[in-house]
């Protein structure tokens, strides 16, 4: 009897400790993939710092032993996803909310030239995490455990060529498909079925074009499903229904750089790229039935962003150039195109959005709390992440959960920027 007491009691707390454990994942809002649920790199939650202490928010942990590279966080029922470089291998990293590494899984070789490690961020869909190597190793996981279910290469399946810096794209789900831009003399964009990869469609080739270093969106317009992404030298819509090529605007750079995604709002997208691009570009498009096309808006000298992603808030475009107006950063009106500020900030980098506030993120380790408003660039918090990894601080910050996380090399920063 005193043994089956026992024996029901253990079972009753592991019992608890289990329903605490998924109520607590339960509570960790999603930020499944790269840039948020939506893609638009703002969070919708609430009540965070407005401003830092002298010396920044609370660092609550690091974590080690994630390898090299400049993937960012993906989170999901409870868990952490990121990617590095680890004994030669490209590996998907599980954590705990804690830091704590729970599995890690070779995913293909690792990216080992100038400048080393990983690019992607995990994508993850219910159940299953997908992800893509630099050398175009296509993925997909249990998110659990980190078992592979299936996988292919990109380039060896559609006949195409790697690009200067490795593959750079996140995944993006449809539905139940996963789509990639392999690119390259026979396709563009293409549709794997994302239980099997198996091929859904081929969009044709854009002009031959090789893929670019940004992660596609997906959008709806006047009844047209798009998909939008930049391959090396151009804009590319395709239809997500069927894979023809709807359009393809030029937008070339002195080393086929597109590396920032394009934002799509009514009716409108906005692309920029820096390496001696015209700067940032906004375009109209103009649905008829199945088929589309796109018309200059404006273009803009002020802004040419390298690789750190640009964001729209209320009618406001805010980014950092790269080579123009001296890597500051930029505020334009989404309708005009009109320059509101120019500043220094923390230094030219990465930028993420929550609940009023711009999370900016220098090259060089900088962190900057800002007012997302279009009349100055007001830094109310600023702090640098701790000395020792190596490299430029290039991985996307990301703010969910109450806290911001900073990926620098083999090394992720959990800070406290939830208000009391």
């Not at 789900?173 to 990869?197: N, W």
């Not at 990465?350 to 999370?359: K, R």
């Amino acid at each position: 009897m005193a043994f089956q007491s026992m024996r029901t009691m253990l079972l009753s707390s592991a019992i608890y400790i289990l329903a605490a454990g998924w109520a607590l994942a339960a509570d960790v809002p999603s930020w499944h993939q790269f840039h948020g649920p939506r893609g638009d790199n703002l969070s919708i939650e609430k009540g965070f710092l407005k401003e830092w202490p002298k010396d920044g928010p609370k660092l609550v942990w690091t974590a080690t032993g994630i390898g090299q590279g400049f993937a960012s966080v993906a989170i999901s029922g409870g868990m952490i996803y990121t990617a590095g470089n680890l004994d030669g291998n490209t590996e998907v990293i599980a954590l705990d909310l804690d830091g704590k590494i729970l599995w890690h899984t070779k995913c293909g070789k690792g990216w080992t030239s100038d400048p080393g490690g990983t690019r992607a961020t995990p994508t993850i869909d219910g159940s299953q995490l997908y992800y893509e190597t630099p050398y175009g190793d296509v993925v997909c996981l249990d998110a659990k455990t980190g078992k592979k279910v299936w996988g292919l290469n990109l380039l060896e399946e559609f006949g195409s060529k790697n690009i200067t810096w490795g593959l750079a794209e996140s995944l993006l789900i449809d539905g139940d498909r996963l789509i990639c831009l392999p690119a390259g003399p026979k396709v563009s964009v293409v549709a794997l079925d994302k239980r099997t990869g198996k091929i859904v469609w081929k969009a044709p080739s854009a002009s031959g074009d090789l893929a670019g270093y940004a992660t596609a969106s997906l959008v709806n317009y006047q009844g047209l499903r798009m998909i939008l992404t930049m391959t090396g030298q151009a804009l590319i819509g395709v239809d997500a229904d069927c894979g023809a090529l709807l359009f393809r605007y030029p937008h070339k750079t002195a080393y086929d750089v597109n590396a920032t995604s394009p934002i799509f709002h009514e009716g409108q997208i906005f692309i920029t790229s820096g390496y001696g691009t015209t700067g940032s570009v906004m375009l109209k498009v103009l649905v008829d039935g199945q088929k589309a096309r796109v018309e200059k808006v404006w273009d803009s000298r002020e802004l040419d962003n390298h690789h750190g992603g640009a964001i729209l808030v209320d009618g406001c475009l805010y980014s950092a150039a790269h080579n123009l107006n001296g890597g500051k950063w930029i505020c334009l009106d989404w309708k005009t195109g009109k320059m509101h500020y120019a500043e220094r900030g923390v230094g030219k980098g990465s930028l993420t959005y929550a609940d009023g506030m711009l999370y900016t993120l220098s090259e060089s380790r900088g962190v900057g709390l800002v007012q997302a408003t279009p009349d100055r660039h007001k830094l109310v918090g600023e702090f640098k992440t701790p000395q020792g990894p190596e490299g430029p601080t290039w991985a996307h910050p990301v703010v969910v959960g109450g806290r911001l996380y900073i990926r620098h090399d083999s090394k992720l920063y959990a800070y406290e920027v939830k208000a009391p």
